[in-house]
């Protein structure tokens, strides 16, 4: 069935669904444009601030409409609270604000950021869950980059995650961890076209409806720079705390202090700085570059007071490894690339920036 055949036939069902004042979902103005990929559909519920309550039988009765035309695709359904425009799609609201609630089967979480883009931030992430489990501990990973999704490529993920009968997905296992991404349900090359409230709703829902087991940290794969993803994450998660990547040179640099500076406002703990490709060896002739300039992020860590967690060398195996989904930390664990993600993951585990919820960040 074509995608936009079975929108329209969402769109149709919802008009049984009866909304707070009279009339139906399907006629209502908040209500955004349906998104369907192979394996899920997505919309969102526009309210004025503080109809949520009156509104969440409305979300629940169309969750269910949908589900009964979409068959076996999820089902994703945000309420989220702001001015509903008077046309038929709506513009950017505000997320709705929730208590910050555990995850069920999660411990710890731990969130890999950077200020911009291109900075190789998931693959400081993969290689840093790879090297915590190298540690010992029970890792799950959790692909929040939803506009760029990489975990996949970079842990060599196929297919689409299952779904059980209630709903809740089957994450995928790789080298040991579990690990969940949006990627995984698109299309190689289709782009998720989605505003705010929806990005986040599925954000929600991947962290939240994913049987996790027993994980003892999640690592989550944050999108670059800040914005709504990373405000919805904060608001209703308890993160551990935050590593933020990035290169050495400025331009790299004034953006990962932005980042930061979006950690302080939300009163998240950070973990340190990663300096990732660091510098060059030259394998020919062992000649050390510095392409990007030397010892930047170290700088700017003293700066603002904060950890230096590591840096991490600009190496072909590095980008190899990536693009086959082989990972440094499985291709070559003893290597010298692999170490330096080790040290980075045990300096994590040795410092707990959230000392007021746990006197040690510990295996336990």
């Known amino acids: 069935m074509a995608d936009l055949e079975l929108a329209a036939r969402i769109k149709s069902a919802l008009a049984a669904v009866e909304i707070p004042g009279g009339g139906d979902l399907a006629g209502y103005g908040g209500l955004s444009e349906i998104i369907v990929t192979p394996s899920a559909v997505a919309f969102a519920i526009a309210v004025a601030p503080g109809m949520e309550a009156a509104f969440g039988p409305a979300r629940e009765q169309a969750q269910q409409a949908a589900q009964t035309v979409a068959g076996t695709r999820k089902v994703m359904v945000s309420l989220t609270a702001g ?49 915590l489990a190298a540690e010992g501990l029970k890792i799950g990973m959790l692909d929040a980059d939803l506009y760029g999704p990489s975990i996949p490529k970079l842990l060599g993920i196929e297919g689409r995650p299952a779904i059980r009968e209630d709903g809740i997905f089957t ?14 349900m698109l299309n190689p090359d289709q782009a998720v076209v989605w505003r705010g409230p929806m990005a986040t709703s599925a954000l929600r829902q991947l962290l939240r409806e994913t049987d996790w087991g027993d994980i003892d940290v999640l690592v989550i794969d944050l999108p670059p720079g800040t914005g709504d993803i990373h405000i919805s994450l904060f608001q209703q998660a308890e993160v551990d705390g935050v590593v933020i990547v990035s290169t050495p040179q400025q ?114």
């Not at 302080?264 to 990007?292: C, K, W």
């Not at 992020?297 to 195996?317: C, I, K, N, Y």
């Not at 499985?330 to 994590?348: C, K, L």
């Open 171 to 184: 994450p995928h296992e790789a080298f040991g961890i579990k690990a969940m991404s949006i990627g995984s």
């Open 251 to 364: 331009l790299a640099l004034i953006d990962a202090k932005k980042a930061i500076d979006m950690l302080h406002r939300l009163n998240v703990p950070l973990f340190g700085l990663v300096e990732n490709m660091s510098y060059f060896i030259a394998p020919d002739t062992g000649t050390r570059y510095d392409i990007f300039g030397s010892g930047g992020a170290e700088a700017a860590a003293a700066d603002l007071g904060l950890r230096f967690l590591g840096a991490v060398p600009l190496v072909m195996s590095i980008r190899e490894g990536s693009d086959a989904g082989l990972p440094p930390m499985v291709s070559q664990p003893d290597g010298p690339e692999a170490q330096a993600f080790r040290a980075i993951a045990r300096t994590i585990l040795a410092n707990d920036p959230a000392r007021q919820r746990s006197p040690e960040f510990s295996k336990s």
């Open 83 to 131: 001015k509903p425009p008077a046309g038929p799609k709506f513009s950017h609201g505000s997320p709705v604000p929730a208590g910050k609630t555990a995850v069920p089967g999660i411990k710890r979480i731990i969130a890999v950021g950077s200020g911009k883009g291109g900075v190789g931030k998931s693959t400081v992430a993969v290689n840093i869950a790879l090297a």
